[in-house]
């Protein structure tokens, strides 16, 4: 004789089932109306999330069409370390595959490059009233802040810098 599962039994067993093949399954309810904040009239309002409605293969742009809002069940609350809303998601690049229906670490996304590796690019180098400027070829792609390795064009050395917004790479005395 079957024995009925509970839902919560249920819910554990998606839940491993979900980790152990890479993932953390949204437990929520499509929202069919995107303001809406409530499950049900009787029922408290669950949190409203992002997550992917199709596959998001690596180095693809996040697009907000890709996603879909979804209310969590009431009681329920996302992952920490889970990037579930618009601004942490729009126009950052997937750095592995992202399934449907699951959250979204925020380890596996990325800015976007400002500098792509093999690329040419303004090397400076201030001190004071001081100002050195070279051209370099990166030898590694990078995002704002980040710190990669140039080659200067003219003398072959290799500098680490930081990748400025304006897409120069400012070098510091080593």
């Known amino acids: 004789m079957a024995m009925p599962i509970s839902c919560s039994a249920f819910h554990r067993t998606a839940l491993i089932l979900a980790l152990v093949t890479g993932g953390v399954p949204a437990f929520a309810q499509e929202s069919a109306n995107p303001s809406a904040t409530q499950i049900a009239s009787n029922q408290p309002a669950g949190e409203v ?10 180095g693809e742009t996040i697009e907000l ?3 879909k809002q979804v209310t969590l069940i009431a009681g ?5 370390a889970m990037a579930t809303h618009a601004e942490e998601l729009q126009g950052k690049i997937a750095k592995r595959t992202l399934l449907p229906g699951r959250y979204i670490p925020t380890a596996a996304i990325r800015e976007a490059w400002l500098v792509e590796q093999g690329a040419a690019v303004q090397v400076f180098f201030i001190a004071g009233g001081l100002t050195i400027t070279a051209t370099a070829v990166t030898l590694q792609p990078g995002s704002a802040g980040d710190l990669i390795k ?3 064009s003219d003398s072959g050395k ?9 897409g120069t790479i400012q070098v510091s005395a080593s």
């Open 158 to 166: 290799i500098l680490s810098g930081t990748v400025m917004a304006d």
């Open 150 to 152: 140039v080659r200067n």
């Open 49 to 58: 999330v992002l997550i992917p409605n199709r596959v998001i293969y690596p």
């Open 65 to 67: 069409a890709a996603l």
């Open 76 to 80: 329920k609350h996302k992952p920490d």
